[in-house]
């Protein structure tokens, strides 16, 4: 569906933005992949990048320019959106809540040549649209590991019919190149990255490795956000859970996987709604 929304300014600072000192990123690269990401260089997103290069355990590789992930896209300027259409680019998945998507619109081209699908994925009445409103009423107990434990969890229980769905998109060619996305591209989207990656037989070493790279991703587009926190007394420590990528949730997500569903395809099976027509197609697409 096209998207003529408009995203809102964001608010003007009324002093000198001074840089923040977040929590040291540990960024190590691997055997399959390098340290730098398959950034698309968009001026409107931080976080855009390929989920292909890959290895996988039997020796084959995530194909390139198929599937990505990435951050909102309604910063996209018109130069952007050329660049998506040059790509060839057909959807965009956009997970965001209903909030998030109606405040800041994605931002695509107007022909109808990229489809865009929205699949709300919001844990309990946690909504990222409303954050800051929580923290200036003094809620602060969620800026903690252990809600976006239980948050990653309810991720994975309760949106199986989302990622199905995105899922079932990528397994047909005629949908790719695809990106799927969240606002910071980092927790909804970086669990439908990992189902995806776990589906093609990448190592749980590697995902870490692609869920890390949104901390170096997103590191400068967080400093204003860092400094918004910090007029609320909030330091970067305490801010971190939120605003980074931190490996615990993800950790726990995986435990929780294996405890509860045995493998990534018995939890798609059950609970994503594929086939294994399905899974078969998207090894099959995906992989060379």
């Given at each position: 569906m096209a998207?003529?929304?408009v995203s809102s300014a964001p608010a003007m600072m009324t002093r000198p933005l001074q840089?923040?000192?977040m929590p040291p990123i540990v960024m190590t690269g691997s055997a399959s992949h390098p340290l730098c990401p398959q950034r698309l260089p968009l001026s409107g997103t931080a976080n855009f990048r390929d989920l292909g290069g890959y290895r996988t355990g039997d020796g084959r590789q995530v194909r390139r320019g198929l599937v990505f992930r990435s951050?909102?896209?309604s910063r996209l300027t018109a130069v952007d959106q050329q660049m998506l259409q040059r790509l060839r680019f057909k959807v965009v998945c956009d997970l965001r809540t209903v909030q998030e998507q109606q405040r800041h619109p994605d931002q695509l081209p107007q022909?109808?040549?990229i489809r865009l699908f929205l699949l709300p994925v919001q844990a309990g009445s946690f909504d990222p649209a409303l954050a800051m409103d929580r923290l200036r009423s003094g809620e602060r107990d969620w800026l903690s590991l252990d809600f976006f434990i239980s948050v990653y969890r309810q991720?994975?229980?309760d949106f199986g019919p989302v990622w199905g769905r995105i899922l079932r998109l990528i397994a047909a060619p005629a949908n790719l190149p695809l990106v799927f996305h969240c606002t910071g591209g980092k927790d909804r989207t970086g669990i439908c990255a990992t189902l995806l990656l776990?589906?093609?037989?990448?190592?749980?070493a590697d995902?870490?490795?692609d869920h890390d790279h949104s901390n170096a991703c997103n590191?400068?587009?967080l400093q204003p956000i860092y400094a918004r926190f910090a007029d609320l007394g909030i330091g970067p420590e305490q801010a971190a859970p939120y605003l980074q990528a931190p490996r615990e949730p993800l950790a726990a997500m995986l435990t929780h996987l294996r405890t509860s569903y045995g493998t990534v395809d018995n939890y798609l099976l059950s609970k994503a709604g594929l086939d294994e027509a399905t899974l078969a197609a998207l090894r099959a697409n995906l992989l060379e």
């Open positions: 998207n003529e929304g840089r923040i000192r951050d909102h896209l022909d109808g040549s991720y994975l229980d776990l589906t093609l037989g990448v190592c749980e995902i870490f490795l590191a400068e587009r």
